[in-house]
């Protein structure tokens, strides 16, 4: 979307540096910041589910 003044980088990152980079300041965006404590709060990377 280069034409409306937005790039989107799509960067793959390690749970744990996630975490240490928001906990650094390093990551800032609420929806970002949001999405990575809640799925930390649940669990979500703790355990994959096994099908």
Do not use: C, S, W, Y
């Amino acid at each position: 979307m280069a034409d409306e003044g937005e790039e989107i980088e799509l960067v793959e990152i390690g749970f744990e540096k996630v975490l240490d980079m928001i906990a650094n300041g390093e990551i800032i965006d609420a929806k970002t910041v949001a999405l990575v404590q809640h799925a930390a709060l649940k669990g979500f990377f703790a355990n994959p589910p096994r099908t």
